[in-house]
T-cell receptor, first 116, second 116 residues
Framework: DAKTTQPNSMESNEEEPVHLPCNHSTISGTDYIHWYRQLPSQGPEYVIHGLTSNVNNRMASLAIAEDRKSSTLILHRATLRDAAVYYCILRDAPYAGGTSYGKLTFGQGTILTVHP | DTAVSQTPKYLVTQMGNDKSIKCEQNLGHDTMYWYKQDSKKFLKIMFSYNNKELIINETVPNRFSPKSPDKAHLNLHINSLELGDSAVYFC???????????????FGPGTRLTVL
């Protein structure tokens, strides 16, 4: 499975934007970029995913570099509830028949601390 | 109206015992998963079932046996529990694989297993 690299931890103040980077220099053409987060004592939850174009949803935005070797998850206004571990994960499209078919391969993720 | 539920939430038991963790999803999904999160917080796939058929078994010891009585349930039975089995176990579900982009996985709240 293609690997991702994220900073171990980041800090932010409440109400400020947060940019969480992810490097994935070995990404293949069929890999989707997914972000999940895990709040304390909870199961992971889906945040956003994309393939080539930037994506927005109610939780966050995903900015994907033109060469797709890196991406950034953007939380526009951090709240205390956004304190979590954020995971950047590459997933093959099912039709690509890759080994990540049907599973999420979690790395260490980035621990985001939000200060009041 | 919980989407993915697990029981029990906490499980404390002695080495050598046999125990089960139950998982149910009411999302109408065809695919279910078990993940293990160890003391270092690494999350790792254990099993995946698609339409009650095992499709992923990530070299988990055969003391672990998943059982899917129907598409809405995937239970995890563990024989002869060992100290190293202590972890948080998460169940997840998603739509059937092979339908377009990799699909979102929805996680349960986790079961914290402590083996004494």
């Amino acid at each position: 499975d293609a690997k991702t690299t994220q900073p171990n931890s980041m800090e932010s103040n409440e109400e400020e934007p947060v940019h969480l980077p992810c490097n994935h220099s070995t990404i293949s053409g069929t890999d989707y970029i997914h972000w999940y987060r895990q709040l304390p004592s909870q199961g992971p939850e889906y945040v956003i995913h994309g393939l080539t174009s930037n994506v927005n949803n109610r939780m966050a935005s995903l900015a994907i570099a033109e060469d797709r070797k890196s991406s950034t998850l953007i939380l526009h206004r951090a709240t205390l509830r956004d304190a979590a571990v954020y995971y950047c994960i590459l997933r093959d499209a099912p039709y690509a028949g890759g080994t990540s078919y049907g599973k999420l391969t979690f790395g260490q993720g980035t621990i985001l601390t939000v200060h009041p | 109206d919980t989407a993915v539920s697990q029981t029990p939430k906490y499980l404390v038991t002695q080495m050598g015992n046999d125990k089960s963790i139950k998982c149910e999803q009411n999302l109408g999904h065809d695919t279910m998963y078990w993940y293990k999160q160890d003391s270092k917080k690494f999350l790792k796939i254990m099993f995946s079932y698609n339409n009650k058929e095992l499709i992923i078994n990530e070299t988990v010891p055969n003391r672990f046996s998943p059982k899917s009585p129907d598409k809405a349930h995937l239970n995890l039975h563990i024989n002869s529990l060992e100290l190293g089995d202590s972890a948080v176990y998460f169940c997840a579900s998603s739509h059937a694989l092979g339908r377009g982009p990799p699909d979102t996985q929805y996680f349960g709240p986790g079961t914290r297993l402590t083996v004494l």
